[in-house]
Protein backbone atom coordinates (compact mmCIF):
# COMPACT_ATOMS: atom_id res chain seq x y z
CA UNK A 1 0.00 0.00 0.00
CA UNK A 2 1.51 3.52 -0.96
CA UNK A 3 0.67 6.99 -0.97
CA UNK A 4 1.96 9.34 -3.44
CA UNK A 5 1.95 13.08 -3.08
CA UNK A 6 2.45 15.85 -5.90
CA UNK A 7 3.89 19.26 -5.40
CA UNK A 8 6.21 18.29 -2.51
CA UNK A 9 9.54 19.77 -3.98
CA UNK A 10 11.69 19.96 -0.64
CA UNK A 11 9.51 18.95 1.87
CA UNK A 12 9.06 17.22 5.15
CA UNK A 13 6.36 14.71 6.03
CA UNK A 14 5.63 13.43 9.07
CA UNK A 15 2.91 10.93 10.16
CA UNK A 16 1.46 10.91 13.68
CA UNK A 17 -1.05 8.21 15.14
CA UNK A 18 -4.00 8.89 16.88
CA UNK A 19 -2.86 9.64 20.01
CA UNK A 20 0.05 12.13 18.28
CA UNK A 21 3.04 9.94 18.36
CA UNK A 22 5.58 10.55 15.36
CA UNK A 23 5.62 6.79 13.67
CA UNK A 24 7.22 7.85 10.38
CA UNK A 25 9.36 11.14 9.09
CA UNK A 26 11.15 11.78 5.88
CA UNK A 27 11.60 13.79 2.62
CA UNK A 28 11.28 14.87 -0.56
CA UNK A 29 13.67 16.24 -2.96
CA UNK A 30 11.57 15.40 -5.97
CA UNK A 31 8.13 17.12 -6.72
CA UNK A 32 6.67 13.62 -6.28
CA UNK A 33 6.52 11.78 -3.70
CA UNK A 34 5.40 7.91 -3.16
CA UNK A 35 5.73 5.98 0.17
CA UNK A 36 4.79 3.01 1.70
CA UNK A 37 2.55 2.55 4.64
CA UNK A 38 2.48 -1.18 4.37
CA UNK A 39 4.66 -1.63 8.26
CA UNK A 40 1.31 1.07 9.29
CA UNK A 41 -1.09 -0.70 11.63
CA UNK A 42 -4.70 -0.26 10.90
CA UNK A 43 -5.97 2.96 12.33
CA UNK A 44 -5.87 6.59 11.64
CA UNK A 45 -3.03 9.05 10.98
CA UNK A 46 -2.21 12.69 10.70
CA UNK A 47 -0.01 13.63 7.50
CA UNK A 48 2.04 17.07 8.05
CA UNK A 49 3.49 18.27 5.02
CA UNK A 50 6.35 21.60 5.66
CA UNK A 51 7.23 23.11 2.49
CA UNK A 52 8.58 26.05 3.37
CA UNK A 53 6.83 28.45 5.53
CA UNK A 54 3.73 26.29 4.58
CA UNK A 55 2.28 23.48 6.54
CA UNK A 56 -0.47 20.81 5.03
CA UNK A 57 -2.29 18.76 7.47
CA UNK A 58 -4.27 15.86 6.02
CA UNK A 59 -6.26 12.42 7.47
CA UNK A 60 -5.99 9.08 6.50
CA UNK A 61 -6.93 5.67 7.70
CA UNK A 62 -4.94 2.34 7.14
CA UNK A 63 -8.00 -0.59 6.68
CA UNK A 64 -6.73 -4.40 6.30
Known sequence: ?????????????????ISGR?????ASESN?????IGQLRP???TMEIIK????LYRKFSVIR
Open 43 to 45: GIY
Open 52 to 55: GKNT
Open 1 to 17: DKITITNCEKSILYIYD
Open 32 to 36: LFTFS
Open 22 to 26: RVMET
